[in-house]
């Protein structure tokens, strides 16, 4: 309780925002915009009815584009109770060596160590959902800092949870559960520095500005790093230990073996996240390159095929000793299955994933062997080793969602499609900010079928769906060309609030129970807005033709009241529509309809498009001669168009129900730890 009470203290003087010598302790929350000295002198503030003279004034300005979703009701808080909850194991920990009381407290902090764990991944994960639901990167992982900076103390959490597991069942790993339990919460507090200094404004999307006060959370790691450190080094030696080691036939050996694999990758991770911190240090311009996806994922792939691997052989391991024949006998029967049903989907499940040569494309189908074999191997355990015990299978469980992720982020990753290649000849010209590849980007021009691989996609339209005109919705309607199919995309953008400028991609999303289908606008041109061409007029008869820029242009016939799809007149009234044939350079052929109705003694007009060829064409008038006048324009600014972005994630669902089943497993896990404590109590 002294370890968690100096942690309410430091948290405390965060929020007092006084000045004690001149020197600032904290920032208070309660602190209005006029009162901050960067604002103090803003002209706005002059005014007495400034609250009245902005409308924005009565309600601030909303949250950030990019948070407004429902996701971001629920991921923050559960996050940051799992960032708090970090604080009891390291509290456990800290008063174990300062009363050297070295190994009593381990079965009760067992419990609330899985409630850690349990949490912080909840959050973890959550905050992956909010992303895939939220932002155009395409998926649910960036390697983004503020993602690592809350992975890595998990990370660091799960080692000491199960090197605390190994410690209880046999006495070995006390010293290393000590120094894993310290280093988790030290990390959420270094966590908190890299996202709240400042110092990843330029490396991540959502870090924070620097807030003022750099030096405050530096000492807020100092003053709980140094005494801890002091501590684990003058108690080390007492900490009991086993000299024997452990036999490698032994579930704790290979515990332990996952435990220091998952530590060596969160160290790799957290000290690519702090290259920003460590330039500053020594002056150097380090990066993860210019794919940082890649410079994590091609070492985590193999952190991924080795803990997949370990999930599923230890739990079949005992404690101390295991037989070899007896290990062999319950082992083959899962491992052939996995191997078979890996074999199998790497053969015909189509992963075709070259984008970094056959030797990560090796990597994968390894990688994907063993997070089947992890599946297989701790559901075959629950029958096989527990006898069917649920109430004893929490560890199974939850290694049966982690395969199920494995499995999940491997085949979702390698067979990701992008199926809005651009066919249409129309290139968007995109900012190097923006990191998108034009060949990626179909342009959807209003109102045109347009190839997209296996499917049509019609741009329809875009609609404003609330008063305040801060949401556009974009109508996306998609056909297979089998004759399958057709479903709708909504895509949208919202606009920027906080002082920003510009809007926010949100993308749309259709589900399978196999797939998903992922989209999201990436540019758009509303067309006509400064369009400064005009109408031509020529005069044609049936059969005519008139030559525009990129092609031709036929009159087919005019027909007198039309009654079809697009108008309806009957015999009373007084219409005529010119049908018209265009043919551009491609022999592509289009049809237009523009039409001139008399009512109550005054000639209407209306013009017909063709976007795809930048055309308007209208009827102007009829001369005594049966011919017509045809009133063409082209524009190159005319045509309303999108950009469109549409990624296929094959079997993205085994993630999420990979993750839920993990959270079972933790949950069950801790109930049976409680009510195991309150047994023996």
Same mark, same amino acid.
């Given at each position: 309780?002294?370890?968690?009470?100096?942690?309410?203290?430091?948290?405390?003087?965060?929020?007092?925002?006084?000045?004690?010598?001149?020197?600032?302790?904290?920032?208070?929350?309660?602190?209005?915009?006029?009162?901050?000295?960067?604002?103090?002198?803003?002209?706005?503030?002059?005014?007495?009815?400034?609250?009245?003279?902005?409308?924005?004034?009565?309600?601030?300005?909303?949250?950030?584009?990019?948070?407004?979703?429902?996701?971001?009701?629920?991921?923050?808080?559960?996050?940051?109770?799992?960032?708090?909850?970090?604080?009891?194991?390291?509290?456990?920990?800290?008063?174990?060596?300062?009363?050297?009381?070295?190994?009593?407290?381990?079965?009760?902090?067992?419990?609330?160590?899985?409630?850690?764990?349990?949490?912080?991944?909840?959050?973890?994960?959550?905050?992956?959902?909010?992303?895939?639901?939220?932002?155009?990167?395409?998926?649910?992982?960036?390697?983004?800092?503020?993602?690592?900076?809350?992975?890595?103390?998990?990370?660091?959490?799960?080692?000491?949870?199960?090197?605390?597991?190994?410690?209880?069942?046999?006495?070995?790993?006390?010293?290393?559960?000590?120094?894993?339990?310290?280093?988790?919460?030290?990390?959420?507090?270094?966590?908190?520095?890299?996202?709240?200094?400042?110092?990843?404004?330029?490396?991540?999307?959502?870090?924070?500005?620097?807030?003022?006060?750099?030096?405050?959370?530096?000492?807020?790691?100092?003053?709980?790093?140094?005494?801890?450190?002091?501590?684990?080094?003058?108690?080390?030696?007492?900490?009991?230990?086993?000299?024997?080691?452990?036999?490698?036939?032994?579930?704790?050996?290979?515990?332990?073996?996952?435990?220091?694999?998952?530590?060596?990758?969160?160290?790799?991770?957290?000290?690519?996240?702090?290259?920003?911190?460590?330039?500053?240090?020594?002056?150097?311009?380090?990066?993860?390159?210019?794919?940082?996806?890649?410079?994590?994922?091609?070492?985590?792939?193999?952190?991924?095929?080795?803990?997949?691997?370990?999930?599923?052989?230890?739990?079949?391991?005992?404690?101390?000793?295991?037989?070899?024949?007896?290990?062999?006998?319950?082992?083959?029967?899962?491992?052939?299955?996995?191997?078979?049903?890996?074999?199998?989907?790497?053969?015909?499940?189509?992963?075709?994933?070259?984008?970094?040569?056959?030797?990560?494309?090796?990597?994968?189908?390894?990688?994907?062997?063993?997070?089947?074999?992890?599946?297989?191997?701790?559901?075959?355990?629950?029958?096989?080793?527990?006898?069917?015990?649920?109430?004893?299978?929490?560890?199974?469980?939850?290694?049966?969602?982690?395969?199920?992720?494995?499995?999940?982020?491997?085949?979702?990753?390698?067979?990701?499609?992008?199926?809005?290649?651009?066919?249409?000849?129309?290139?968007?010209?995109?900012?190097?900010?923006?990191?998108?590849?034009?060949?990626?980007?179909?342009?959807?021009?209003?109102? *045109?079928?347009? !190839?997209?691989?296996? #499917?049509? @996609?019609?741009? =329809?339209?875009?609609?404003?769906? $609330? /008063?305040? +005109?801060?949401?556009?919705?974009?109508?996306?309607?998609?056909?297979?060309?089998?004759?399958?199919?057709?479903?709708?995309?909504?895509?949208?953008?919202?606009?920027?609030?906080?002082?920003?400028?510009?809007?926010?991609?949100?993308?749309?999303?259709?589900?399978?129970?196999?797939?998903?289908?992922?989209?999201?606008?990436?540019?758009?041109?509303?067309?006509?807005?400064?369009?400064?061409?005009?109408?031509?007029?020529?005069?044609?008869?049936?059969?005519?033709?008139?030559?525009?820029?990129?092609?031709?242009?036929?009159?087919?016939?005019?027909?007198?009241?039309?009654?079809?799809?697009?108008?309806?007149?009957?015999?009373?009234?007084?219409?005529?529509?010119?049908?018209?044939?265009? *043919?551009?350079? !491609?022999?592509?052929? #289009?049809? @237009?309809?523009? =039409?001139?109705?008399?009512?109550? $003694? /005054?000639? +209407?007009?209306?013009?017909?498009?063709?976007?795809?060829?930048?055309?308007?064409?209208?009827?102007?008038?009829?001369?005594?001669?049966?011919?017509?006048?045809?009133?063409?324009?082209?524009?190159?600014?005319?045509?309303?168009?999108?950009?469109?972005?549409?990624?296929?994630?094959?079997?993205?669902?085994?993630?999420?129900?990979?993750?839920?089943?993990?959270?079972?497993?933790?949950?069950?896990?801790?109930?049976?730890?409680?009510?195991?404590?309150?047994?023996?109590?």
């Amino acid at each position: 309780m002294t370890v968690i009470s100096f942690a309410q203290l430091c948290l405390a003087t965060m929020i007092m925002g006084i000045y004690i010598f001149n020197i600032k302790i904290g920032n208070s929350p309660f602190l209005l915009v006029r009162q901050m000295p960067a604002f103090a002198d803003a002209p706005i503030f002059q005014r007495p009815d400034y609250l009245l003279s902005v409308p924005q004034m009565h309600d601030g300005q909303g949250l950030n584009a990019l948070l407004q979703n429902y996701w971001m009701v629920i991921h923050p808080p559960i996050l940051f109770l799992g960032f708090a909850s970090t604080i009891v194991p390291f509290a456990f920990a800290i008063a174990g060596l300062w009363k050297k009381e070295y190994g009593s407290w381990t079965k009760t902090a067992l419990p609330w160590t899985l409630f850690s764990a349990c949490i912080l991944g909840t959050g973890i994960m959550m905050g992956a959902a909010w992303a895939y639901e939220s932002l155009s990167f395409g998926g649910y992982w960036a390697w983004d800092p503020v993602e690592n900076a809350s992975l890595v103390p998990w990370l660091v959490l799960i080692a000491g949870l199960h090197t605390l597991v190994i410690y209880n069942s046999t006495g070995h790993s006390l010293r290393a559960t000590y120094l894993f339990l310290i280093l988790e919460f030290i990390l959420v507090l270094y966590s908190t520095f890299l996202t709240r200094s400042g110092i990843l404004g330029d490396t991540s999307v959502h870090a924070f500005v620097d807030s003022g006060m750099n030096t405050q959370l530096i000492l807020f790691i100092v003053v709980f790093l140094v005494p801890a450190l002091i501590l684990l080094i003058r108690e080390y030696k007492k900490i009991p230990h086993i000299t024997k080691e452990e036999n490698t036939y032994s579930r704790e050996f290979w515990m332990f073996i996952g435990s220091l694999v998952i530590f060596l990758s969160s160290i790799f991770i957290i000290i690519a996240t702090s290259l920003p911190v460590i330039n500053i240090i020594t002056g150097k311009k380090w990066t993860t390159g210019d794919d940082a996806e890649f410079s994590y994922n091609r070492i985590e792939i193999f952190i991924a095929i080795i803990l997949g691997a370990l999930t599923a052989i230890t739990q079949y391991l005992k404690y101390k000793q295991t037989t070899k024949d007896f290990f062999i006998k319950k082992i083959w029967l899962p491992t052939l299955i996995a191997l078979i049903l890996s074999i199998l989907y790497s053969v015909f499940g189509g992963i075709h994933y070259d984008k970094y040569g056959t030797g990560y494309l090796a990597a994968i189908h390894l990688g994907l062997f063993c997070a089947i074999y992890s599946v297989v191997a701790n559901c075959s355990y629950i029958w096989i080793g527990l006898k069917g015990k649920l109430k004893a299978a929490g560890a199974s469980v939850a290694h049966v969602g982690f395969g199920l992720m494995l499995v999940g982020i491997l085949i979702s990753s390698s067979k990701k499609q992008v199926l809005s290649y651009n066919t249409t000849g129309i290139n968007i010209n995109f900012t190097p900010e923006s990191k998108q590849n034009p060949l990626e980007n179909i342009t959807l021009l209003k109102n *045109v079928q347009t !190839d997209m691989g296996k #499917y049509w @996609a019609t741009y =329809l339209g875009n609609d404003s769906v $609330n /008063e305040a +005109h801060t949401a556009t919705y974009f109508h996306i309607r998609m056909q297979k060309k089998d004759g399958g199919e057709e479903f709708d995309l909504y895509p949208f953008l919202i606009k920027a609030t906080k002082g920003q400028e510009g809007f926010a991609f949100n993308p749309s999303k259709h589900h399978y129970w196999d797939k998903d289908i992922f989209s999201y606008v990436s540019a758009i041109d509303k067309g006509g807005e400064n369009d400064t061409s005009s109408f031509k007029s020529y005069t044609v008869a049936v059969n005519d033709t008139v030559f525009y820029s990129k092609g031709y242009i036929v009159l087919d016939k005019v027909i007198v009241n039309p009654n079809n799809e697009k108008y309806h007149f009957t015999s009373k009234d007084t219409a005529l529509m010119a049908a018209v044939t265009v *043919v551009g350079r !491609d022999s592509i052929r #289009y049809h @237009a309809s523009p =039409l001139l109705y008399i009512k109550n $003694n /005054e000639s +209407h007009f209306i013009i017909d498009t063709v976007f795809a060829q930048n055309l308007a064409i209208g009827f102007g008038s009829v001369s005594d001669n049966h011919k017509i006048e045809l009133r063409i324009k082209e524009s190159d600014n005319m045509v309303p168009f999108i950009a469109l972005k549409v990624f296929e994630f094959p079997h993205i669902n085994i993630l999420w129900i990979g993750v839920l089943v993990m959270i079972a497993g933790f949950i069950m896990s801790i109930v049976r730890r409680v009510r195991t404590l309150m047994v023996a109590a």
